[in-house]
């Protein structure tokens, strides 16, 4: 069966850095493209970035280009998402995501961004 298990995340200072880690595993990971997602405390979810199977194309929420990239390891089957210069408004819960015959979802790992 398809499993999300994502990592990494914690209380950062704001300006700070992260990198989250999202382990795939039950499908061809190597095969789809696939997304991070986040939701902020009391808010509706909110979609991060996008990576193609190859990982040769990115998309970014407005928000954060410049700031996150995202990222994927074929070889390990795992998806990355880097995380710099963090701000408060990006305290989440960051999931990822995989749209197959429906969509897959992890627990989500929470980043806090406070000082």
């Known amino acids: 069966q398809v499993q999300l298990v994502e990592s990494g995340g914690e209380l950062v200072q704001p300006g700070g850095s992260l990198r989250l880690s999202c382990a795939a595993s039950?499908?061809?990971?190597?095969?789809?493209?696939m997304h991070w997602v986040r939701q902020a405390p009391g808010k509706g979810l909110e979609w991060v970035a996008r990576i193609s199977s190859t990982g040769t194309s990115t998309f970014y929420l407005d928000s954060v280009k410049g700031r996150f990239t995202i990222s994927r390891d074929n070889a390990k089957n795992t998806l990355y998402l880097q995380m710099d210069s963090l701000q408060s408004e990006d305290t989440a819960v960051y999931y990822c995501n995989i749209r197959l015959d429906k969509e897959y979802w992890g627990r989500g790992t929470l980043v806090t961004v406070s000082s």
């Open positions: 039950g499908f061809s990971f190597n095969s789809y493209g």
